[in-house]
């Protein structure tokens, strides 16, 4: 005789955890169910090199709402925020470069590229951070579905129209402008420094199979700008790697008596007359759940955990044709030294980004459309152990740098052992152009292409945010039109990883809003013991 | 452009007013003489030889063949034994009927699906994560259909197969005269007949050996005309003109479920999961909006609508295929959407849409004709389907 529980979820994903946790809070008996060892799901810290350790694959825990933080009571099961880089660093050879962060060097350093632009600045980025903030909340919520008659959805709509309102004229034009703007054009409105319009044009591209002259992609700089005070992307940086947050979380799920079982791989999800009845393990233990919560993506959930015979083929359709095209790779580097840029070591301490002009990024993605690796890669690299020294031995430091364009889908060949470490060696020798120093202090390196992030996490294409952030794709069609809230087709079964609403980059929304709207759908359910 | 059938050498010779017409892309005859009752006397007196090429033909095959089919149709696969075919609609995720046809098990891991329209990618759909094929053989496979009493004996004359033991919807593979062929015991008339599967290569040949060997039989190529009257008392459904099907209407309304075209019995809601099973089961709880049932035209009401205008009784020559009201007092309950004059029944009969509390047996209503130019009410009553129910077409 097994204990039933209320709710068993798949994953241990921070979205996943968020979930569990809120359900747990709220009385229920919760069951997380990991394949690995490491819980965090994307967001893994692990000892890749000895003596180091590596963000294996998200390099910061994005923007975490700081009410799951409160509600969870995070802080007391050991997260510990270290600081908010908000700095952004785009060196420019010769130890120059620009620096973009919450301070007054920010002005002087965009000024010395373009006056123009500096005296432009300030209201680019107070107009970013309010459009931004107008984006935030709506991902607050399950998004209403505008073709419903129910009254609640009514009063939602409603409210969204109010806020949009009270924006104020310009920025209510200027938002709905703005979403489905090529970033590339958004950004030569405002300014004329390739630099600063590349810096800021990457926050369009990345995670995206698109360059930052396609249609939409200013929606995706506005998404990821969520959280911040401006036109700037900061980091919060907590202490012992972003895989910290999971165990954080694991710790407050378990105080709220929530079990947990890692290195346990979900084979499938059965269903029975259109529920969901049981998970069955890899081993064939069969776990019976009226309630399921799934982190992976609907993809996978769909057509690989569920039998698909139990959906409607339209529904099926829909899922086969969310778009979900793998872009980025990952480098991990221990470092015998800092890189030398050239620059104070504070510069470094955020996000260096490898973006010199919006004709580069396009240039990088061009290569990816015709299914090849960018010649000149766009990136982004984090150096954690300036702000945690606790990751690398003392003097040596780790640097985690996502890569794009990487396509999943390669022309010619496939994704080996060869084109993985060719990808990693134009990836320093990227770097080594701003930072010489860079190639004779690796002492070891991890190259993740694509495949290997969707072997390893289990995300269809290595696609980090479960499906591209495209117009088409977000607010109530996500994951696809009529299913963005949380409930699937199968009764019971509720998704809660970063392919629904709001999507990757506000951490752990989708499972926070999934717990939401299963606690308010809850209904008094008879506990069976089987 | 389109396309001829495999027959149509011999088809085409033998027409006598080029009265083609078209069907699911292929030029086929209306009637091979210039009037087709003659050809409708060889389904119900001897045999007709009706060329159904046109029809979709799916080979499905693979170790998920029967599952995949019993995901798609509403009739429980799981029970199809071999050499049995079946008679099924399908759904949509609404329940509604988006086409229908016969199903064959081949092979434990083979079947063959006919349909009106093309389904190759519905059937794709729904083969998401299985292990199975897909082909679509409508050009490959010829196939004619040997209608009425004489058929048996024509092919036990020339086809080396135990015709006496094939029973009603089952199906044999055979050799006629060394062409390679699978005969299932089907048809579209009500009557004891045949269906001839060969490789449309070998179709030719076929006909030659079928009008040789059926010569002393009456056997006689018939039309879509011939064909038409014989459905209709036979009471079976022609999709676009008994129902439209879910995938090509473009209101809800234009919909029906098997419950509505009096196919419940094909619906097994109790087996697994397939398409459109609980918006079935809902409707079986709710009871159906609308029946499928027969109606015979009042005789004597029809010939005092003529004789008020000076005219004797006029009847339909062909099955007509458009929509006529059905009326209760003066009220619309529903439309008639094919009829014809059964020279067998000496009737005036159709098949019509009608509101459930309007369809119990016996129900006086009213069908809507045309009498000189104006619209009239003959008098009808409600009857059941089919018109006919032959004793010799399952024995």
Same mark, same amino acid.
């Given at each position: 005789?097994?204990?039933?529980?209320?709710?068993?979820?798949?994953?241990?994903?921070?979205?996943?955890?968020?979930?569990?946790?809120?359900?747990?809070?709220?009385?229920?008996?919760?069951?997380?169910?990991?394949?690995?060892?490491?819980?965090?799901?994307?967001?893994?810290?692990?000892?890749?090199?000895?003596?180091?350790?590596?963000?294996?694959?998200?390099?910061?825990?994005?923007?975490?709402?700081?009410?799951?933080?409160?509600?969870?009571?995070?802080?007391?099961?050991?997260?510990?925020?270290?600081?908010?880089?908000?700095?952004?660093?785009?060196?420019?050879?010769?130890?120059?470069?620009?620096?973009?962060?919450?301070?007054?060097?920010?002005?002087?350093?965009?000024?010395?590229?373009?006056?123009?632009?500096?005296?432009?600045?300030? *209201?680019?980025? /107070?107009?970013?951070?309010?459009?931004?903030?107008?984006?935030?909340?709506?991902?607050?919520?399950?998004?209403?579905?505008?073709?419903?008659?129910?009254?609640?959805?009514?009063?939602?709509?409603?409210?969204?129209?109010?806020?949009?309102?009270?924006?104020?004229?310009?920025?209510?034009?200027?938002?709905?402008?703005?979403?489905?703007?090529? @970033?590339?054009?958004?950004?030569?409105?405002?300014?004329?420094?390739?630099?600063?319009?590349?810096?800021?044009?990457?926050?369009?591209?990345?995670?995206?199979?698109?360059?930052?002259?396609?249609?939409? !992609?200013?929606? @995706?700089?506005?998404?990821?700008?969520?959280? #911040?005070?401006?036109?700037?992307?900061?980091?919060?940086?907590?202490? &012992?790697?972003?895989?910290?947050?999971?165990?954080?979380?694991?710790?407050?799920?378990?105080?709220?008596?929530?079990?947990?079982?890692?290195? $346990?791989?979900?084979?499938?999800?059965?269903?029975?007359?259109?529920?969901?009845?049981?998970?069955?393990? %890899?081993?064939?233990?069969?776990?019976?759940?009226?309630?399921?919560?799934?982190?992976?993506?609907?993809?996978?959930?769909?057509?690989?955990?569920?039998?698909?015979?139990?959906?409607?083929?339209?529904?099926?359709?829909?899922?086969?044709?969310?778009?979900? %095209?793998?872009?980025?790779?990952?480098?991990?580097?221990?470092?015998?030294?800092?890189?030398?840029?050239?620059?104070? /070591?504070?510069?470094?301490?955020?996000?260096?980004?490898?973006?010199?002009?919006?004709?580069?990024?396009?240039?990088?993605?061009?290569?990816?459309?015709?299914?090849?690796?960018?010649?000149?890669?766009?990136?982004?690299?984090?150096?954690?152990?300036?702000?945690?020294?606790?990751?690398?031995?003392?003097?040596?430091?780790?640097?985690?740098?996502?890569?794009?364009?990487?396509?999943?889908?390669? %022309?010619?060949?496939?994704?080996?052992?060869?084109?993985?470490?060719? =990808?990693?060696?134009?990836?320093?020798?990227?770097?080594?152009?701003?930072?010489?120093?860079?190639?004779?202090?690796?002492?070891?390196?991890?190259?993740?292409?694509?495949?290997?992030?969707?072997?390893?996490?289990?995300? !269809?294409?290595?696609?980090?945010?479960?499906?591209?952030?495209?117009?088409?794709?977000?607010?109530?069609?996500? *994951?696809?039109?009529?299913?963005?809230?949380?409930?699937?087709?199968?009764?019971?079964?509720? =998704?809660?990883?970063?392919?629904?609403?709001?999507?990757?980059?506000?951490?752990?929304?989708?499972?926070?809003?999934?717990?939401?709207?299963?606690?308010?759908?809850?209904?008094?359910?008879?506990?069976?013991?089987? | 452009?389109?396309?001829? $059938?495999?027959?149509?050498?011999?088809?085409?010779?033998?027409?006598? &007013?080029?009265?083609?017409?078209?069907?699911?892309?292929?030029?086929?005859?209306?009637?091979?003489?210039?009037?087709?009752?003659?050809?409708?006397?060889?389904?119900?007196?001897?045999?007709?030889?009706?060329?159904?090429?046109?029809?979709?033909?799916?080979?499905?095959?693979?170790?998920?063949?029967?599952?995949?089919?019993?995901?798609?149709?509403?009739?429980?696969?799981?029970?199809?034994?071999?050499?049995?075919?079946?008679?099924?609609?399908?759904?949509?995720?609404?329940?509604?009927?988006?086409?229908?046809?016969?199903?064959?098990?081949?092979?434990?891991?083979?079947?063959?699906?006919?349909?009106?329209?093309?389904?190759?990618?519905?059937?794709?759909?729904?083969?998401?994560?299985?292990?199975?094929?897909?082909?679509?053989?409508?050009?490959?496979?010829?196939?004619?259909?040997?209608?009425?009493?004489? +058929?048996?004996?024509?092919?036990?004359?020339?086809?080396?197969?135990?015709?006496? !033991?094939?029973?009603?919807?089952?199906?044999?593979?055979?050799?006629?005269?060394?062409?390679?062929?699978?005969?299932?015991?089907?048809?579209?008339?009500?009557?004891?007949?045949?269906?001839?599967?060969?490789?449309?290569?070998?179709?030719? /040949?076929?006909?030659?050996?079928?009008?040789?060997?059926?010569?002393?039989?009456?056997?006689?190529?018939?039309?879509?005309?011939?064909?038409?009257?014989?459905?209709?008392?036979?009471? =079976?459904?022609?999709?676009?003109?008994?129902?439209?099907?879910?995938?090509?209407?473009?209101?809800?309304?234009?919909?029906?479920?098997?419950?509505?075209?009096?196919?419940?019995?094909?619906?097994?809601?109790?087996?697994?999961?397939?398409?459109? %099973?609980?918006?079935?089961?809902?409707?079986?709880?709710?009871?159906?909006?609308?029946?499928?049932?027969?109606?015979?035209?009042?005789?004597?009401?029809?010939? #005092?609508?003529?004789?008020?205008?000076?005219?004797?009784?006029?009847?339909?020559?062909?099955?007509?295929? $458009? +929509?006529?009201?059905?009326?209760?007092?003066?009220?619309?309950? &529903?439309?008639?959407?094919?009829?014809?004059?059964? *020279?067998?029944?000496?009737?005036?009969?159709?098949?019509?849409?009608?509101?459930?509390?309007?369809?119990?047996?016996?129900?006086?209503?009213?069908?809507?004709?045309?009498?000189?130019?104006?619209?009239? /009410?003959?008098?009808?009553?409600?009857?059941?389907?089919?018109?006919?129910?032959?004793?010799?077409?399952?024995?």
């Amino acid at each position: 005789m097994s204990r039933a529980y209320d709710a068993v979820v798949i994953g241990a994903g921070v979205g996943e955890l968020v979930a569990a946790n809120y359900l747990a809070r709220a009385g229920q008996r919760v069951l997380v169910l990991e394949d690995h060892d490491v819980l965090g799901g994307v967001h893994v810290t692990e000892e890749a090199f000895p003596g180091f350790r590596v963000d294996t694959c998200a390099s910061d825990i994005g923007f975490l709402n700081p009410q799951i933080i409160q509600d969870l009571d995070l802080s007391t099961h050991g997260l510990e925020v270290l600081s908010v880089e908000s700095g952004v660093f785009a060196p420019v050879g010769n130890g120059d470069g620009l620096l973009l962060r919450d301070g007054a060097d920010t002005m002087a350093s965009i000024a010395r590229l373009s006056p123009a632009d500096a005296s432009r600045w300030m *209201p680019f980025s /107070e107009r970013i951070a309010r459009l931004a903030g107008f984006l935030w909340s709506l991902y607050c919520e399950a998004p209403p579905l505008p073709t419903s008659k129910d009254r609640k959805d009514l009063f939602a709509l409603l409210g969204i129209g109010r806020r949009l309102r009270g924006l104020g004229k310009v920025d209510m034009l200027e938002f709905l402008r703005t979403v489905p703007m090529p @970033v590339a054009d958004l950004l030569d409105d405002w300014f004329e420094s390739d630099v600063l319009k590349g810096c800021l044009g990457a926050a369009g591209v990345s995670h995206l199979f698109q360059g930052p002259k396609s249609a939409g !992609t200013a929606f @995706v700089m506005l998404h990821h700008h969520v959280g #911040q005070p401006g036109a700037l992307r900061s980091r919060t940086v907590v202490r &012992g790697g972003v895989g910290s947050l999971a165990s954080a979380l694991a710790r407050a799920f378990g105080a709220s008596g929530g079990e947990l079982r890692s290195e $346990t791989g979900v084979d499938r999800i059965l269903v029975r007359a259109g529920r969901v009845s049981a998970v069955v393990m %890899q081993g064939g233990e069969e776990i019976p759940a009226s309630r399921v919560v799934c982190g992976a993506d609907p993809k996978r959930t769909f057509l690989e955990l569920v039998d698909p015979t139990h959906l409607d083929p339209e529904f099926l359709q829909r899922v086969q044709h969310i778009k979900l %095209q793998g872009v980025a790779a990952k480098v991990n580097l221990a470092l015998s030294e800092l890189p030398d840029f050239g620059c104070s /070591e504070t510069n470094l301490r955020g996000t260096i980004s490898i973006a010199p002009s919006l004709d580069y990024l396009e240039r990088a993605y061009d290569a990816s459309k015709y299914g090849r690796i960018s010649d000149q890669p766009y990136l982004e690299a984090v150096i954690p152990s300036l702000v945690d020294p606790s990751l690398a031995p003392s003097g040596k430091h780790v640097m985690s740098v996502w890569m794009q364009y990487a396509p999943y889908r390669l %022309q010619e060949g496939e994704w080996g052992p060869e084109t993985r470490e060719a =990808l990693g060696d134009r990836v320093i020798d990227t770097l080594a152009q701003y930072a010489p120093n860079l190639p004779a202090a690796i002492m070891d390196r991890q190259v993740l292409s694509p495949r290997d992030i969707e072997s390893r996490f289990g995300f !269809t294409e290595g696609h980090f945010y479960q499906g591209d952030l495209t117009l088409d794709q977000v607010l109530f069609m996500r *994951p696809v039109p009529g299913w963005s809230r949380y409930a699937t087709p199968i009764e019971g079964l509720y =998704l809660a990883g970063p392919g629904t609403h709001p999507g990757g980059g506000p951490t752990g929304m989708s499972g926070y809003l999934a717990a939401r709207q299963m606690l308010k759908q809850r209904r008094r359910q008879p506990r069976s013991t089987v | 452009m389109l396309k001829v $059938t495999p027959f149509h050498p011999r088809t085409a010779a033998l027409s006598q &007013g080029q009265a083609w017409r078209r069907w699911a892309g292929h030029t086929v005859l209306s009637s091979y003489e210039l009037y087709h009752d003659r050809e409708y006397s060889a389904i119900r007196n001897a045999a007709a030889m009706i060329d159904v090429s046109p029809l979709y033909k799916y080979a499905i095959a693979g170790a998920d063949a029967e599952r995949l089919l019993d995901r798609v149709l509403p009739r429980d696969m799981t029970k199809a034994k071999l050499h049995q075919v079946m008679y099924t609609p399908w759904c949509d995720a609404a329940g509604k009927v988006i086409d229908d046809g016969t199903v064959s098990r081949l092979d434990d891991q083979q079947f063959r699906l006919t349909a009106a329209d093309p389904n190759l990618r519905w059937l794709h759909h729904n083969a998401v994560g299985m292990d199975v094929t897909i082909e679509d053989v409508s050009d490959s496979i010829a196939a004619v259909s040997l209608q009425g009493p004489t +058929s048996r004996d024509i092919l036990k004359g020339i086809a080396e197969a135990d015709l006496d !033991t094939l029973r009603f919807f089952r199906l044999t593979h055979a050799s006629i005269q060394g062409i390679p062929a699978t005969i299932s015991r089907t048809g579209y008339t009500g009557d004891l007949g045949y269906e001839i599967w060969v490789d449309a290569g070998r179709a030719v /040949e076929l006909w030659d050996r079928l009008i040789d060997g059926g010569e002393a039989y009456g056997i006689t190529p018939a039309g879509i005309l011939a064909l038409d009257i014989a459905r209709i008392e036979a009471g =079976l459904l022609m999709i676009e003109v008994d129902y439209v099907s879910a995938h090509h209407a473009l209101i809800e309304a234009q919909t029906s479920s098997p419950y509505e075209l009096g196919l419940g019995w094909t619906v097994k809601l109790e087996k697994g999961p397939f398409v459109g %099973q609980a918006a079935l089961a809902q409707e079986k709880h709710r009871g159906p909006a609308w029946q499928f049932r027969g109606i015979e035209v009042d005789w004597e009401s029809l010939e #005092q609508l003529y004789a008020e205008v000076g005219l004797p009784p006029k009847i339909p020559t062909v099955a007509w295929r $458009t +929509s006529a009201p059905i009326y209760v007092q003066g009220v619309q309950v &529903g439309y008639a959407t094919s009829g014809c004059w059964s *020279p067998l029944l000496k009737k005036y009969i159709a098949m019509a849409h009608l509101e459930s509390r309007y369809a119990r047996l016996g129900t006086p209503v009213h069908m809507e004709v045309t009498v000189e130019h104006r619209r009239k /009410e003959a008098m009808a009553q409600v009857a059941k389907l089919p018109f006919l129910d032959l004793e010799r077409r399952r024995a």
